[in-house]
């Protein structure tokens, strides 16, 4: 029953707001294949659940960054960090440009480790 309501909220959703089309960096493809096969299906549905509408709007878990070099939207899943940026013209897409960890005030992406 309750994937039924997920499909059908999906389709109002896809109805209501600009579908954005999720594209991955090579960068942050390899960031992914560090991770554990359970952690990168966490990392991933959860992209898709949280950046294919509005990932420009802030929440709880997602959020607009200070000046980086990594990007200037940071989506969180628990105790990692997906880096994203967007754009809504020509065509709606989300471009993840990095994956962490976060441990206190340091992100370990890929082998290097990241103070933001």
Known sequence: FMNNCQNYNRKLMRNIFMEYRIEYSPNSENHLRKLTTN????????????LSFQPDIKTRNRKPMRTNPLAPWELRIGKFRVYYDFEKIPKPIVCIRAIGIKERNIVQIGNKEIKL
């Open 39 to 50: 952690q990168q299906v966490i990392i991933l549905d959860t992209i898709d659940k949280q």
